[in-house]
């Protein structure tokens, strides 16, 4: 089975690669029940599958990853929410203060993550999220930004591979 991220970084199964990869399925494996445990959730509480997509989207575009934002754009085009698709811009704002509030949140944890403090948690809180949600929307920045991450190595020991 390939995996999404052996697809969007392009990895040929038989390439010196795609067999290193295959050595490491589980990860992959893993990598693949998260993405759908993280965007697709049976229970998306707070965090409805279109603002999910929407801000996946977003984070992708702050990065620069067209693949990854085109996947997550997929997703939100197919969603019932679509009210929400100009969070998946950076800068972009819904005019709910609550979405809007994650959406800024979901910056800072891409662009600066070290800077984040208890007073973010504590603005998000007062705009009105709650706190399974602030975890939701914490999960689901740090898979995005663990995608992006691998799928930027992958890339890079690609070209390597090339040479």
């Known amino acids: 089975m390939t995996t999404l991220i052996e697809t969007i970084a392009g990895v040929r199964a038989a390439s010196p690669l795609g067999q290193t990869l295959n050595a490491r399925a589980e990860i992959l494996r893993l990598s693949e029940a998260a993405h759908d445990a993280v965007l697709l959730p049976r229970e998306p509480g707070g965090l409805s599958h279109g603002l999910r997509a929407a801000l996946a989207a977003r984070m992708c575009r702050h990065v620069g990853d067209e693949a990854l934002t085109a996947h997550y754009e997929s997703y939100l085009a197919h969603a019932s929410d679509l009210d929400l698709a100009a969070l998946a811009w950076p800068g972009g704002v819904c005019g709910d203060s609550l979405h809007d509030a994650m959406a800024r949140h979901a910056d800072l944890l891409t662009l600066s993550p070290r800077e ?25 920045a740090a898979f995005v930004n663990y995608q992006l991450r691998v799928l930027a190595g992958l890339r890079l020991l690609k070209e390597v591979e090339a040479r």
């Open 116 to 140: 984040a403090t208890r007073q973010d948690i504590a603005a998000l809180k007062t705009a009105g999220v709650s706190e399974a949600d602030i975890v939701r929307l914490s999960e689901l």
